[in-house]
């Protein structure tokens, strides 16, 4: 790890860094995501059948589906700091701002990996259009940033406490509750067959609520981290 006269960018690749080396190795919350987003996908598939879905149940279904994928790992990258006592370590090696950009990094790139595999097999299992995929990309780059970042400074918040799984959801609901309408409303639409310019609301939304997430979790990170 590098010290703290070290640049930012090199201590929050540090960081970064550390964290993929671990989870490479255990692969705890890679594989907890995957398995309830694969699972979840089956029990809806085998449900429905050939009982099709509207375009805003099938946006709904596929958002409700990650966030709780999401609930089921990226609270993992502040607790397996506590659980295996290197929390004291990461804080005098490394400033504030590095660790929250270092842990925002791998929540993004976990959540980056597993939405490439989630998201095809979503597409295959319920037959949703995919005339317009490349725009449902980008509505899921922005949902997938918005949602790490909001995560992220929860993880941390919640990191101490007695019943991690439970909390996690609960305080992360609340936070996320805007950036989910404002997912589920773009996608339904370009499952619908809207263009970029029809969505061009939702976007400037998204781009605000990520902009806004980061802000602020930087500036209040350095107070829960210091706690």
Known sequence: MPNKSAGLTSRALAV????LRVELRSKYAFN?????GITTLAVV????????????????LFWIIMFFAAMAGLAQVFIREEETGTVLALKLSADPTA????????????????SAVITPVFFIFTDAPVDNILLFVLVLI???????????????????????????AVLSFPILFVLLLLLVNASARVLEG?????????????????????????MLFKFVWQE
């Open 45 to 60: 598939s085998f449900t429905l059948g050939q009982t099709g879905l509207s375009e805003r149940l099938l946006a709904a």
């Open 194 to 218: 809207a263009t970029i310019g029809g969505i061009g609301t939702e976007l400037q939304g998204l781009i605000a609520y990520a902009g806004v997430m980061i802000v602020a979790s930087l």
């Open 142 to 168: 922005l949902g997938v940033v918005g949602l790490c970042a909001a995560t992220t400074i929860v993880a941390a918040i919640i990191s101490k406490a007695g019943i991690k799984g439970a909390l996690f």
């Open 32 to 36: 907890a995501i995957l398995m309830f």
């Open 16 to 19: 970064f860094s550390k964290d």
């Open 99 to 114: 660790v929250y950009i270092g842990k925002l990094l791998f929540n993004f790139s976990l959540m980056a990996l597993i």
